[in-house]
């Protein structure tokens, strides 16, 4: 029970912060903008035709699961700078399980990219993304379940940086690349061969694919829009995110201690 | 509860060697802390004196040694040491972006000692009877709910001590508190400090490279590239580093020094000779030379001057 009231109390401090930083809350309305209205809009103008399936919808999914992932991922890697502020020896000097610490920074920062969420959802519904009812009600708990693998993977390059200005630099490395090779914008039904194992090992390939499985089931154009089935991601989501929870900080608590 | 004059705190030759580091930044400390104890760990900068500190709360793994905090290891068992103990770190560790209170709230939840609750008004009224004696404490009122960023340096510091005494632990560790503040600040925290030891049991940990704020304590531990040069009461330390002696000169030297080593006394040509009193009175010894003097006086150093004389290569 103390656990869990740590676990939460963490959680909710980034919450708060979030809600008391207006800088970042413009810049989440005005984000999901950018990329579906503006990406969405264009690409569907010139391309939708001629891939014969609802380019909107595709970009949709795609800017979802980036903006939680990415957003997950950056919220943990505060940690160094709570670190380098010194905040995190007050969370690391007390008396609770230092899985305890992290898994509320996994909770907290989902929480935070979950919000991000809302207005991407907002526009998508005023861009007339075919959303049923249903399906929405399911990519709910995949966008949890998206955070949640954002969060992992920040947890896991978090380990292994040293420094907030290490992460500014080495972050982009580890997280552009992944836009293409998950396919955010860009079809990656058919890729070269030389890609395909960086696109398999890609984590944030796995929640956009859920997302299309979800948006797109039950419609034509399925097994050209969608690589794997929602449950084969799931699976691999969850394999992923407990390799990178469990390793990640396991090696970020030895980072700290063992200097 | 450990009986008084058990020690909470034992050190046994503690080592610390970062990794890519050519020499030791802790090399071999031993030291015990007795419960109540007013402790001071006193040094230059680079002394050691953090990097003790931080293996002390488990926040850094030793090379080799034990400590123990209450009979728990500080290694093997760490959950157990930080559920008895409170830190007042270097660098502020209050997180600007919340309130007084919500920081206050925060650490109890951390601790154990409250269930969460998102809002104050939702938390158990102890707790809030708790955070309100702590506004009075310090003069906050209800600036308490306000943001810490609006807070001054010595304000933060007093939260950040109630904060770290909130839990009451056994013992508090205060790292080079005063760091950063101004005069008017360091005093109102130290008087803060003494109501804080008059009112409770709890043993403090001092670390500062400010002799004015070790001497106060029960105790000094005097740090200097890693090892302990000196141990004991301000008195013993004062007793043990501070000679007295007379600096004296004459025109004829040769008689001077003759007449000196005639009598028996310890002395040192330092330029003028500098003749160890050594339990005798300077008068005594003035009495006893019959060459004319042409310079003289007592030399009696403070404990800064011993201090800065073991410490003084590390200095500079």
Not at chain 1, 195 to 219: C, E, H, I, K, N
Not at chain 2, 128 to 150: E, T
């Amino acid at each position: 029970m103390k656990e869990l009231n740590a676990i939460l109390t963490v959680a909710s401090r980034d919450v708060t912060k979030l809600l008391r930083d207006r800088t970042r809350l413009v810049f989440t309305l005005v984000f999901p903008f950018i990329f579906v209205g503006l990406m969405g809009g264009t690409l569907q103008s010139n391309l939708g035709r001629a891939a014969g399936f609802n380019f909107i919808g595709f970009i949709f999914t795609g800017v979802l699961g980036m903006t939680l992932f990415q957003s997950a991922a950056q919220g943990i890697i505060s940690l160094i700078d709570d670190r380098e502020n010194d905040f995190s020896q007050e969370m690391f000097v007390s008396p609770i399980s230092r899985y305890s610490i992290v898994f509320g920074k996994v909770l907290g920062e989902s929480g935070v990219s979950l919000f991000q969420a809302v207005p991407t959802f907002l526009l998508a519904f005023a861009l007339r993304v075919p959303i049923t009812l249903p399906v929405f009600l399911a990519l709910i708990p995949a966008s949890v379940f998206a955070c949640f693998l954002g969060a992992g993977f920040g947890v896991a390059v978090m380990s292994v940086i040293n420094s907030q200005r290490a992460a500014q630099q080495i972050f982009p490395f580890v997280l552009f690349p992944q836009f293409f090779l998950a396919g955010i914008f860009n079809p990656i039904k058919v890729l070269p061969w030389y890609l395909v194992p960086f696109s398999l090992v890609s984590p944030l390939r796995y929640p956009v694919d859920l997302f299309r499985g979800l948006l797109y089931a039950g419609r034509p154009e399925y097994s050209r829009v969608v690589l794997l089935d929602p449950l084969t991601n799931l699976a691999v989501m969850g394999a992923m995110f407990a390799l990178f929870l469990i390793f990640g900080t396991w090696f970020f608590v030895r980072q700290e201690t063992n200097r | 509860m450990a009986p008084v004059n058990m020690p909470v705190i034992e050190v046994r030759d503690l080592v610390k060697r970062y990794r890519k580091a050519d020499r030791n930044a802790v090399d071999g400390v031993s030291f015990e802390v007795r419960q109540g104890e007013f402790f001071a760990l006193l040094g230059p900068n680079g002394a050691g004196k953090t990097t003790t500190i931080s293996i002390l709360t488990t926040t850094l793994a030793p090379t080799s040694g034990r400590v123990l905090i209450g009979g728990a290891d500080a290694i093997l068992d760490s959950a157990a040491v930080r559920a008895q103990v409170g830190i007042i770190f270097q660098k502020p560790s209050i997180d600007l972006n919340l309130s007084g209170e919500e920081n206050v709230r925060f650490h109890a939840i951390l601790y154990g000692l409250y269930p969460y609750r998102p809002l104050y008004r939702m938390m158990p009224p102890e707790y809030r009877r708790q955070v309100s004696d702590l506004a009075g404490l310090l003069g906050l009122g209800r600036d308490i709910f306000k943001p810490v960023k609006k807070m001054s340096g010595g304000m933060t510091r007093k939260l950040e001590i109630i904060r770290g005494l909130m839990h009451r632990p056994r013992v508090l560790f205060l790292d080079e508190p005063t760091a950063g503040l101004d005069a008017a600040s360091r005093r109102s925290l130290w008087d803060y400090l003494k109501e804080v030891r008059n009112a409770s049991e709890t043993t403090i940990f001092l670390t500062t490279h400010y002799l004015d704020e070790a001497e106060v304590a029960d105790r000094i531990c005097i740090l200097d590239k890693g090892k302990v040069v000196k141990l004991g009461s301000p008195e013993e330390l004062k007793a043990e580093l501070l000679q007295e002696y007379l600096v004296i000169d004459a025109r004829d030297r040769t008689r001077l020094r003759r007449e000196l080593e005639r009598r028996g006394l310890q002395f040192r040509e330092a330029g003028p000779f500098q003749v160890l009193l050594d339990g005798h009175s300077a008068q005594d010894v003035i009495r006893s030379l019959d060459t004319e003097l042409s310079v003289l006086r007592i030399h009696a150093p403070s404990l800064e001057d011993a201090y800065l004389k073991i410490v003084g290569g590390a200095l500079e």
